[in-house]
């Protein structure tokens, strides 16, 4: 071990934790004090070396004004920059160095040489002198602030003058960053560059430091069809934009033999600058990935038409229920359009934060959305599908659709009052529906359920019409309204006028009207309205004498169905109400001091441990109650909140700690992630060690490693206090096992310095320490590290370790994900053997 703060009292230990801080305690255990001052002459050029802070610095080095410029570009790979554009930084004020102002300019193609990133420091008009003489660093650094690309201006070369600047049109090779070691160099593709700009002093002592973020707007489209490829027809999917109502391009498949055919239509694509089409064809059960395909462009995306080649489970055709129906084609279309967000802060922490967050969700969710983590609304539909809990039959004249009461009473007061008033449906169970067609029937159901209004064709729509207004479902009725109005012509408005009249629907029939009117002499003299007089004349007859209806002209227009929907209930809206109702409850949760109604399929929508629960403890009971003394009130009632309406409302910490506990005892993954993203938001050096342990005693993996990415960034904080002393002596071993995985990240980045400056002494030291922790959970590491130093001494025993432990190293999905990042490396090692 270097460095153990557990040993000793505990002011001692925090002193001796700050004193060994960083850069200290390693070179104790190296042995360079004595050595002290030629490393850090080695060191003096390289002050940005990431074992050191601003403090630890200034104890070692002369004096000197300094400051450092950290600026974090997000969704750097959908620049649509060319080599004749540049990003530039949100402008910082250099205190130190005389009060000038500065930016960074980024060229992400170049500055003419498209194969090279150019990074220029710039000096911007400010109140200092005309000329200014500096020293400046422009560098590259990783996620957790380690250096990989540095290149060092000494004051001789460069006098900057006001609008002027200087830099590096060859910084570093686009290929390299973006993909050779893409992980490595835009972790969740952010791009991060420093500048450290200084000048040696003899008597002054200064330094700052300020951080920039600039982000590239990009909008994330995903779109998931079912398509059968036995089948020889085309299958067209379209990727709209939902929040715009309109279609961004369609992308049709045709099966041939044994290649699919890929035709790519764009259509509203006039404002995007850069886009990436991903393509994944799935297997709809397990989740197989079959194939993946990729496909980019610079500026707006063009007609395209590719063969791609089809997996080899589709060509199987010795099982085809296996393959009808069962593969999803998944399209991922995400494109940028030119916007840019920018802002400076004193402190990168509200930056990470967000990074903790979003790399915890990249981790459960696979667009990397929130708003895509699993609701109630797909879980309900999920039992519907699998038919659990369904409790009430909707009989149609051929067919029964086996549906759950609380969502039938949920979005329709005509099913409500028939289950709660004394009618034959609630003795019976049983809704007889004869006047709907069974794909309609469907499609209704599948609307209650989960909003869902897409795909629809016009006499699909007809019918789910008049499904909506039968049953009351106000938001159905107006999505169809509005439907049909867009859809509307020559041909077809005869049968919607008939509609509205038919339903009375004195909104819908305005509107149809005013259709007419606006088009009154193509329509009156068209085949169809002349053949609609003849069989109903007076409706046409009417209609025809609006024209003349002065009335009618001076009344306002009614809003839009857009303004309609936005004041309309929506399916979760509805779920919240019937949970504030307590209506038609199925099940009475009795915990220690009250009872809760409580509906079955919403409690067993995620979680098979309570479906269990419920049709085990219940089966011979005559009531449906089940007791829960294990949780306290206010617990369970927030767990109810969430199920109902997946909201935590204004939970604290303390309360959702323990709904993350029960989620776990459950299974409710959506209530997990939730609270997961919860706790991560309210992070502190201070609670930091209670969400280690939490995510420790769940064996919570992802959450874990991301606890520990935050309590890397917050080592010393964190590590000399009193309240980790604590957590140690009641938890040695896992706070032992989190400091040591501080120790070998600090001893794998001295490593690094070690062999660029040729300190062979240091970099054995490193190694012994290396291997002496080399373990299967870090031995990919440690071969990565010592390839990329091309270490000949260092890697064939770790390529040794792990032909011993191949099993438990070459197994596990890890392997899998290193083979595809480094596939020749990962090769080279397992022909070793």
């Known amino acids: 071990m270097l460095f153990n703060p557990l040993n000793g009292c505990k002011k001692r230990k925090e002193e001796q934790y700050i004193a060994c801080k960083q850069l200290l305690k390693l070179t104790e255990y190296f042995e360079l004090i004595p050595r002290k001052a030629k490393l850090l002459s080695t060191i003096s050029t390289f002050l940005n070396f990431q074992l050191l802070d601003l403090e630890t610095r200034r104890i070692f080095r002369k004096k000197m004004k300094e400051f450092i410029f950290t600026w974090s570009i997000e969704n750097i790979s959908f620049s649509w920059h060319n080599s004749e554009e540049k990003i530039i930084s949100p402008s910082f004020t250099a205190g130190p160095i005389q009060n000038s102002a500065w930016t960074l300019w980024l060229r992400p193609r170049g500055n003419l040489i498209g194969d090279y990133l150019s990074v220029f420091l710039h000096r911007e008009e400010d109140n200092g002198p005309e000329i200014l003489s500096v020293n400046f660093e422009l560098s590259c650094v990783s996620a957790d602030k380690s250096l990989l690309h540095s290149h060092v201006f000494p004051e001789s070369d460069k006098a900057f003058k006001k609008n002027s600047g200087f830099g590096h049109p060859r910084f570093m090779r686009r290929n390299e960053v973006f993909f050779q070691r893409k992980d490595l160099y ?73 290649t699919i055919g890929v035709e790519i239509n764009p259509t509203n694509v006039e404002n995007i600058k850069f886009s990436v089409l991903k393509l994944s064809f799935m297997e709809k059960i397990n989740k197989k990935l079959l194939s993946e395909h990729l496909f980019s462009w610079m500026g707006e995306p063009l007609p395209e038409f590719w063969r791609l080649p089809v997996p080899c489970e589709l060509l199987d055709n010795g099982n085809e229920d296996s393959v009808e129906n069962n593969v999803e084609l998944v399209s991922e279309f995400v494109y940028s359009t030119g916007q840019i967000q920018m802002f400076v802060n004193a402190c990168p922490h509200s930056s990470r934060f967000s990074e903790l967050v979003s790399k915890y969700i990249n981790s459960c969710i696979p667009s990397g959305n929130l708003s895509d983590a699993p609701r109630i609304t797909q879980d309900l539909w999920n039992l519907y599908v699998d038919h659990v809990f369904c409790d009430v039959e909707l009989k149609t004249q051929t067919t029964s659709f086996f549906v759950h009461k609380i969502v039938l009473c949920a979005r329709s007061p005509v099913f409500l009052a028939m289950f709660t008033d004394d009618l034959k449906e609630k003795r019976n169970r049983c809704i007889e529906i004869e006047d709907i067609m069974d794909d309609i029937l469907e499609k209704f159901i599948f609307f209650l359920y989960t909003d869902g209004f897409d795909d629809l064709e016009w006499e699909a729509v007809i019918g789910l019409y008049y499904a909506a207004d039968k049953y009351h479902v106000e938001r159905l009725k107006i999505l169809c309204c509005s439907y049909l109005l867009k859809n ?321 190293i070459i197994g596990p999905v890890e392997w899998a994900d290193f083979n595809e990042t480094d596939f020749r490396l990962a090769n080279e090692t397992m022909h070793s053997k």
């Open 488 to 808: 509307v012509d020559v041909d077809n408005v005869c049968e919607l006028l008939m509609l509205a009249d038919k339903h009375h629907d004195s909104d819908f029939k305005r509107r149809v009207e005013d259709f007419i009117l606006q088009n009154d002499e193509r329509i009156f003299s068209s085949s169809t309205w002349k053949q609609f007089v003849y069989e109903q004349p007076l409706l046409p007859a009417t209609t025809m004498l609006l024209r003349y209806d002065k009335e009618r002209e001076r009344e306002n227009s009614a809003e839009t169905y857009d303004t309609k929907l936005s004041r309309l209930p929506n399916v979760e809206d509805d779920f919240v109400a019937l949970y504030q109702d307590e209506t038609i409850s199925d099940v009475i949760i009795k915990t220690t001091g009250t009872s809760f109604p409580a509906h079955k399929s919403v409690l067993c929508g995620t979680s098979a441990t309570l479906i269990e629960m419920f049709t085990k403890d219940l089966k011979d009971k005559s009531t449906d109650i089940f007791e829960i003394h294990d949780w306290e009130d206010n617990t369970f009632s927030r767990l109810l909140l969430f199920l109902y309406t997946d909201s935590l409302g204004d939970a604290q910490w303390d309360i959702v700690l323990k709904l993350y506990h029960v989620a776990g005892i459950y299974q409710i993954q959506r209530l997990k992630i939730r609270c997961s993203c919860f706790l991560l938001e309210n992070i502190e050096t201070s609670n930091a060690s209670d969400l280690l342990l939490l995510a420790h005693n769940h064996r919570d993996v992802k959450l874990k490693s991301v606890v520990e990415d935050y309590i890397l960034m917050h080592d010393e904080e964190i590590f000399g206090s009193d309240g980790w002393a604590d957590f140690s002596e009641t938890n040695f071993r896992l706070a032992n096992e989190t400091m040591r995985d501080v120790q070998w990240d600090a001893v794998a980045k001295f490593n690094h310095v070690a062999d660029m400056y040729q300190i062979q002494r240091s970099k054995m030291k490193c190694s012994c320490f290396l291997l002496e922790n080399l373990e299967t959970s870090n031995a990919i590491d440690l071969l990565l590290l010592a390839h990329d130093h091309q270490d000949a001494r260092f890697k064939p025993v770790v390529v040794g370790y792990i032909l011993i432990q191949d099993e438990e």
């Open 186 to 258: 835009l972790p969740r593709d952010v791009l991060t560059l420093r500048c450290r700009i200084w000048q040696n002093e003899s008597n002054v002592d200064e330094s700052g430091e300020s951080f920039g973020f600039t982000r590239l707007d990009i909008e994330r489209v995903l779109t998931v069809e079912n398509i059968n490829p036995q089948i020889l027809k085309e299958n067209t999917v379209c990727i709209d934009l939902k929040c715009q109502n309109k279609t961004l391009m369609s992308i049709s498949t045709l099966h041939y033999g044994d």
